[in-house]
Nanobody, 125 residues
Framework: QVQLVESGGGLVQAGGSLTLSCAAS????????MGWFRQAPEKEREFVTAINWSGGSTYYADSVKGRFTISRDNAKNTVYLQMNSLKPEDTAVYYCAASREWGVRATTPAWYGSWGQGTQVTVSS
């Protein structure tokens, strides 16, 4: 288990940009693969992107490819989500999550054992 805290959410206009951060506790951050998920009201939680231990491998949902970028700074125990060209349909609560394992199933919520509290992203038209 690792404690995760998201920050950086807010209100932006369509076409704008926003960067989310997820800070993790502990000295073993580099032992975790990290993911970002989002959940809109009355909708299921959906995968956004994930990054492996070193940052050398990533997954992206088709809906965000070319617009969002995940990165991590293990020295700072932080994973980032850079969001560009935001659309109203990106509006959701964004959650970061941590897992010990990496693979294609890192795109599923059940892969992750630790979750942050979420941060609201609202994109206006």
């Amino acid at each position: 288990q690792v404690q995760l805290v998201e920050s950086g959410g807010g209100l932006v206009q369509a076409g704008g940009s926003l960067t989310l951060s997820c800070a993790a506790s502990g000295r073993t951050f580099s032992s975790y693969v990290m993911g970002w998920f989002r959940q809109a009201p009355e909708k299921e939680r959906e995968f956004v992107t994930a990054i492996n231990w070193s940052g050398g491998s990533t997954y992206y949902a088709d809906s965000v490819k070319g617009r969002f970028t995940i990165s991590r700074d293990n020295a700072k125990n932080t994973v980032y989500l850079q969001m560009n060209s935001l659309k109203p349909e990106d509006t959701a609560v964004y959650y970061c999550a941590a897992s010990r394992e990496w693979g294609v199933r890192a795109t599923t919520p059940a892969w992750y054992g630790s979750w942050g509290q979420g941060t609201q992203v609202t994109v206006s038209s």
